[in-house]
């Protein structure tokens, strides 16, 4: 099943979104308030979701500009792949400064949920997706 956020619009460049998403390191300030315990570097990410466990993840592969993905390290409920897309929104007609650079970003879970879990983390998850999406909209360069 997949969980996806909408395109959300972001006052930087492409570039600099991925490198900055892409450090796991800055995922803490994307995270919403329900994740505690946050310890990161630079490939990986360990959280604690209040009432919901804790969840380890590792940068499985990174596009540049484009696409990074995290996979679970270690066990977990279900499988469960969190792809974060980035693309330029920049027309190529358009005479744009690097200080209004515009990017958009969408964050996507696709899970292997069984049906009773999937009654369970359905909601969770989709709003994880939003709300990172969200506040990944407020970044600025």
Request: hydrophobic residues 40%; aromatic residues 6%.
């Amino acid at each position: 099943m997949i969980f996806k956020s909408n395109w959300t619009k972001n006052q930087v460049s492409d570039k600099e979104l991925f490198d900055y998403i892409g450090d796991m390191n800055n995922m803490p300030s994307i995270l919403p308030e329900q994740v505690v315990d946050v310890k990161a570097d630079h490939d990986n990410l360990s959280f604690t979701i209040q009432g919901m466990g804790s969840i380890a993840l590792r940068v499985a592969k990174r596009e540049p500009n484009k696409l990074i993905q995290l996979v679970p390290e270690g066990k977990t409920p279900f499988q469960f792949v969190l792809n974060i897309y980035i693309r330029d929104t920049e027309s190529p007609s358009h005479q744009v400064t690097k200080s209004m650079s515009v990017s958009e970003c969408c964050f996507e879970i696709d899970a292997q949920l069984n049906p009773l879990m999937q009654m369970m983390a359905s909601r969770p998850l989709q709003n994880l997706v939003n709300m990172m999406a969200s506040r990944a909209e407020e970044l600025k360069s």
